[in-house]
């Protein structure tokens, strides 16, 4: 990715939009409950690589607020760059799928090994959280953008 003004500008408001978004909503965005709002943010590297960066640094912005500490600001930002990077290569409909696979994977363990949830437990609603946030506000959110990507994403 050619590293540009523009690129880092994009990055830097994903990132910002992210973390404002986590950081408002944190009552439920933190802890065994996870419904992130700013997760429907996790289709923008379908428009733009840019999308990359800004949503891991955004990530990790997030989580310094996080009450699991650095387990959660590492697993979780790690989750969120490894979503971000595999649904770049994906198609349309199936590009909001690793936020929540490597979400639920991870984070489902995270809240098993630190806070003694039952694995499968946390993983599936963990992954219900992310499909609400990723499919059920992600694509809107995508075919939104579509319409206006030429003006939005040069």
């Known amino acids: 990715m ?4 523009r690129r ?6 994903i990132a910002a939009l992210y973390a404002g978004l986590t950081l408002l909503t944190a ?3 933190f802890g065994a409950v996870q419904l992130r709002f700013a997760e429907a943010l996790c289709i923008l590297p379908y428009f733009t690589p840019a999308a990359i960066p800004g949503l ?6 997030a989580n310094l607020a996080s009450p699991m500490g650095a387990a959660d600001l590492i697993v979780g930002s790690l989750a969120t760059l490894l979503a971000a990077v595999v649904s770049r ?8 799928l690793p936020a929540v696979i490597f979400n639920a994977i991870l984070i489902g363990l995270l809240l098993h090994l630190t806070a003694g949830l039952p694995l499968w437990a946390s993983m599936g609603q963990i992954a219900l959280e992310q499909g609400i946030a990723c499919y059920g506000l ?3 959110l995508m075919l939104l953008l579509e319409t206006r990507k030429d003006k939005i994403f040069q």
Not at 8 to 13: E, G, P, Q, R, W
Not at 56 to 61: A, D, E, I, S
Not at 89 to 96: C, E, H
């Open 89 to 96: 290569f994906l198609p349309k409909y199936l590009v909001p």
């Open 138 to 140: 992600g694509i809107p």
């Open 2 to 5: 050619k590293l540009s003004v």
């Open 8 to 13: 880092l500008t994009t990055a830097a408001c």
């Open 27 to 29: 009552p439920i965005a």
């Open 56 to 61: 891991f640094v955004g990530c990790l912005v």
